[in-house]
């Protein structure tokens, strides 16, 4: 009893991510179609960042800001590249295992090894389809890829030992395909995540508090809802897509409709189907955090539990004809980012909403602050709990850089939630969005005829200038951005004798 109430003087930490949401795929931020009650409430139990971003918008690196607090820069992930170890010397599982709490992670990791604790005590894993780990070419460190998925072990003891994940035969990358989960709800990944997670309630250590991490896959691809939840968009009539005045529609049409693409036009009825499985998707995911927070209540945590909720990326879900992530548009790099605090024990202007930029590296030195635990000196993220209480005192960056390698469409992006700046660097074009006025982007201001236009197109360019200046890729020379210098997926300058 004595260590039970001992585990109590700081709070359970849940940090809750899914993958691939749009940032603006919440009904307390007025979406037009999706319902999500359940996160909702957790934003009126806390707070929501309107202006919340993945600076580099895949899967790896944007894991890599919220496990290790690092700037792109520095965690040296700029790109999307698997199978690169992870070896930070701090990272945010670790630090809260050392400050003595009880750390699981439930669900994907996107790590390599798949293995590798990161700091934790326990992982309970389903990274998805990942294909390194799926190819039968690949298995002298992992092993054979059910010896990463613990999901697929799980599956098949309940439903059969030749059942698999692939079975409903949707690609991991099909953005524009979609059809309903093929067997009972409670196998679906998504239950299966929360499922776990609340075995961890039951077998945790009392005599601590508890970081649970419960980190979903959907509503990344594969678009499979269970039935009852593609039945509630499925009728729907949904609204238009955006497609600014800079996209090349020609070239959207010579790229045809594969359901896996990255840019091209889609039959209006193929993507209202995948648009539709989307969103059920994450109302599916709203339910099942409303089941896990359920599970808080019964087991007498609810009210000294904190709970962060965040994306490691969007989805551009057709925007502008593009699909997938990687690019700086808002459908790809905005995310959702709430921090809730039902108990009331961080003194949170609780209801309230923050319009600063925050970034996923703020994720670990947040959640640092709130465990009270020592944050490193490695860590360049800044809690968020100042923005939080309202402390007029509280500084915060005046914008954001987030890049991402991705071929010839490279990328770097400036945005201070306000305006956005974007440079591809291999073609060196420019665009320019008034975010207030054009939050879908429909209107490149770089093209614009404006004096006004011009002297901010300028004030930014040189703001991606200053941030890039030094880059072992040669961006910048005597103060100006260069165009075609080859990009990499992973700094040299971190990781040492590694082919970038």
């Not at 700081?10 to 749009?22: A, K, S």
């Not at 934003?43 to 800001?65: E, I, K, Q």
């Not at 009852?228 to 045809?256: C, F, Q, S, T």
Request: charged share 20%; with cysteine.
């Amino acid at each position: 009893m004595q260590a039970d109430k001992q585990s109590q003087t700081r709070p359970n930490i849940l940090l809750i991510t899914v993958d691939q949401m749009r940032g603006d795929c919440l009904s307390a931020l007025g979406h037009p179609i999706v319902e999500t009650p359940n996160l909702d409430r957790l934003a009126r139990s806390g707070v929501l960042f309107r202006n919340a971003y993945s600076a580099t918008p895949t899967c790896v690196p944007a894991r890599a800001a919220l496990m290790t607090g690092m700037s792109q820069c520095s965690h040296g992930r700029v790109g999307y590249q698997d199978r690169v170890p992870w070896e930070y010397e701090h990272m945010l599982a670790g630090e809260l295992a050392g400050a003595g709490y009880h750390t699981q992670c439930v669900g994907k990791m996107h790590v390599y090894p798949a293995r590798n604790l990161c700091g934790f005590h326990n992982i309970v894993l389903h990274d998805g389809y990942l294909h390194h780990n799926r190819s039968r070419h690949n298995n002298t460190v992992n092993g054979h890829f059910d010896q990463v998925d613990d999901y697929l072990t799980w599956l098949r003891q309940q439903a059969g030992a030749q059942v698999d994940i692939m079975d409903n035969g949707l690609d991991c990358n099909a953005s524009a395909a979609a059809r309903p989960w093929h067997l009972a709800e409670e196998l679906h990944p998504t239950n299966w995540t929360v499922t776990q997670s609340i075995d961890f309630l039951r077998r945790r250590d009392p005599g601590k508090p508890f970081f649970l991490y419960t980190s979903f896959v959907r509503p990344h691809s594969p678009l499979d809802p269970p039935q009852v939840y593609m039945d509630m968009y499925k009728d729907l009539e949904l609204p238009d897509l955006p497609i600014g005045d800079w996209v090349d529609v020609e070239a959207a049409k010579a790229n045809g409709s594969d359901p896996t693409t990255h840019f091209g036009i889609v039959p209006k009825r193929r993507l209202d189907r995948a648009r539709a499985a989307y969103y059920a998707l994450i109302t599916h995911l709203d339910d099942q955090i409303g089941r896990l927070v359920n599970a808080l209540y019964e087991y007498g945590v609810s009210q000294n539990t904190i709970i962060l909720f965040a994306s490691d990326h969007g989805e551009l879900l057709g925007d502008h004809h593009y699909f997938r992530k990687s690019l700086p548009y808002e459908g790809s790099a905005k995310v959702p980012f709430i921090l809730s605090d039902p108990g009331g024990k961080l003194n949170l202007q609780r209801g309230g909403s923050q319009s600063e930029v925050v970034e996923l590296r703020d994720i670990m030195p947040t959640l640092l602050d709130i465990a009270g635990a020592p944050i490193p000196s490695t860590v360049e993220g800044s809690s968020v709990l100042p923005l939080c209480r309202g402390e007029e005192e509280a500084e915060w960056r005046p914008y954001l850089h987030g890049e991402h390698s991705y071929g010839s469409l490279s990328n770097h992006f400036v945005t201070d939630g306000r305006e956005k700046y974007l440079w591809f660097s291999q073609s060196g074009e420019e665009q320019l969005f008034d975010l207030v006025s054009d939050p879908q982007e429909l209107v490149n201001l770089a093209a614009v005829n404006s004096a006004y236009w011009q002297d901010r197109l300028e004030v930014w360019r040189q703001r991606l200038a200053a941030e890039l200046d030094g880059r072992e890729e040669g961006y910048v020379e005597e103060g100006r951005l260069v165009v075609g210098r080859p990009p990499r997926q992973l700094l040299t300058s971190v990781f040492q004798g590694m082919e970038a």
